[in-house]
Nanobody
Framework: QVQLVESGGGLVQAGGSLRLSCAYS????????MAWHRQVPGEQRELVAS???????SYADSVRGRFTISRDGAKNTAYLQMNSLKPEDTGVYYC????????????????WGQGTQVTVSS
């Protein structure tokens, strides 16, 4: 069973920091891309940050310079270091992994974590 296990969410004051972790298991293949998405009640889920297996990163404009995504291949874990948090960063953060279906099928499957709540108070 493919699973993504998230941790690190919580309540923090504006200007504070949190580090989210996402551990992937259950597949022979390392995720091509791991990412963090955020969803605010009543709004669509949006991409916050992503990192490829080659460690190329991308960030939403709203978090660039404040958030850092990284991954540890030995642990099959992705991290999101969140600094200088703002109230608008509040939301449910979901870990996402894109994984090839097989050696002879390079199309990607999406896997999602359960989500972890991040609340930033002002």
């Amino acid at each position: 069973q493919v699973q993504l296990v998230e941790s690190g969410g919580g309540l923090v004051q504006a200007g504070g920091s949190l580090r989210l972790s996402c551990a992937y298991s259950g597949s022979m293949f390392s995720p091509t891309t791991m990412a963090w998405h955020r969803q605010v009640p009543g709004e669509q889920r949006e991409l916050v940050a992503s990192i490829t297996d080659g460690e190329a990163t991308s960030y939403a404009d709203s978090v660039r310079g404040r958030f850092t995504i990284s991954r540890d291949g030995a642990k099959n874990t992705a991290y999101l270091q969140m600094n200088s948090l703002k109230p608008e960063d509040t939301g449910v953060y979901y870990c996402n992994a894109k994984v090839i279906r097989g050696v002879f099928d390079s199309t990607l499957r999406d896997y999602w974590g359960q989500g972890t709540q991040v609340t930033v108070s002002s």
